[in-house]
């Protein structure tokens, strides 16, 4: 079956524009996370969806950072007076419930110039 | 603060050999425990998943095992191959979502 999609796969931006990342889950699942990966780190969490609502954004960075997800399921991460330092690739993941196996999808490279 | 360390941070061993990759963790309120695979410019494919009640997992190959009372887990990867070649990250769920190690960057030498 289709597993999760993120459009664009890449993003070149001037420093100070607005950008808007998309995420597409897997049928069905509950649950969808967005974590940030810069080079040569691990995934770091920003935000995670229970349905239609944010059960945890701890981890967004600052009120640059913002996320949607209207209907439950395709959710959109929208970055504001974009900065050089927000440089990195963007991971959505999606899980059935919370607490279940996640699924990755192959993430948005974001590069601010 | 949350912290998982992944040891060693790279590893290069000739095709057949068995190997463990270490991952080690400071909070006490783990969850589950992921393994994942990520090839260059590529997402994370997950491998194996133990949830709180478990004690390891085996695919294939691999096998995780998960000490809560030590704080550490490991990936055993058995007759090594060139395709195992990729970065392999552990990371666990807690009280937020998954807290991910830096990873152990594995190459297989034919």
């Known amino acids: 079956g289709a597993g999760v999609s993120q459009t664009p796969s890449n993003k070149v931006t001037e420093k100070g524009k607005y950008v808007e990342l998309r995420c597409d889950p897997i049928s069905g699942h509950t649950a969808l996370y967005w974590y940030r990966q810069s080079l040569g780190q691990g995934p770091e969490f920003l935000i995670y969806f229970q349905g239609t609502g944010a059960a945890d954004d701890s981890g967004l960075p600052n009120d640059r950072f913002f996320a949607v997800r209207p209907e439950g399921s395709v959710s959109t991460l929208k970055i504001q007076r974009t900065e050089r330092g927000d440089s990195a690739v963007y991971l959505c993941a999606s899980s059935l419930s919370s607490d279940y196996e996640q699924y990755f999808g192959p993430g948005t490279r974001l590069t601010v110039t | 603060k949350q912290e998982v360390t992944q040891i060693p941070a790279a590893l290069s061993v000739p095709e057949g050999e068995n190997l463990v990759l270490n991952c080690s963790f400071t909070?006490?309120?783990?969850?589950?425990l992921q393994w994942f695979r990520q090839d260059p410019g590529k997402g994370l494919t997950s491998l194996l998943l133990i949830q709180s009640s478990q004690r390891e997992q085996t695919s294939g190959r691999l096998n995780a095992s998960l000490d809560k009372s030590s704080g550490r887990s490991t990936l055993y990867i058995a007759a090594s191959q060139p395709g195992d070649s990729a970065t392999y990250l552990c990371a666990y769920s807690g009280n937020t979502p998954l807290v991910f190690g830096k990873g152990t960057r594995l190459s297989v030498i034919a």
């Open positions: 909070d006490s309120a783990i969850y589950n």
